[in-house]
């Protein structure tokens, strides 16, 4: 919602939707932003929405739709379908993002050290004109 509703009627909007989310897709402004979000994590609702929405979401319950939430985009009213915890992932399902990155981590070595190397070789001397009289 704009950042100009008050927040009484996103309340009321609110109380609506808990009792008929037949209506869910009429209600709300039009914004670039998604209007569902699936699978982020804390850290990247965060990112795109504020500490406030990030901090509503960690504790708000499931299946029940929240009162107003303000973000730098305006109110939010959010419907949490679930909750995942965090976890680490096994090396299986990181291990093409860890070669990439160790690839890409050798490359900007050798890249650096060839350069480096050059850089031995050479001498360099930057010569700047004389300023014109005119100046």
């Known amino acids: 919602m704009r950042r100009d509703v008050p927040r009484e009627k996103a309340s009321q909007l609110a109380a609506k939707l ?13 914004t670039l932003l998604p209007r569902e ?9 965060r990112a795109t929405f504020g500490e406030e929405v990030a901090a509503a979401v960690e504790t708000m319950p499931v299946h029940r739709w929240s009162e107003p939430i303000a973000s730098g985009f305006g109110l939010h009213l959010i419907r949490l379908e679930d909750r995942i915890p965090g976890r680490l992932p096994s090396l299986e399902e990181v291990r093409p993002e860890v070669e990439r990155e160790w690839s890409r981590e050798l490359r900007q070595r050798t890249r650096d050290g060839y350069l480096e190397s050059l850089s031995q070789r050479y001498q360099v001397t930057i010569e700047w004109p004389e300023p014109s009289p005119q100046s």
């Open 18 to 30: 808990r009792e008929d989310e037949a209506d869910f897709g009429k209600w709300g402004d039009p």
């Open 37 to 45: 979000v699936t699978n982020d994590s804390a850290s990247r609702i």
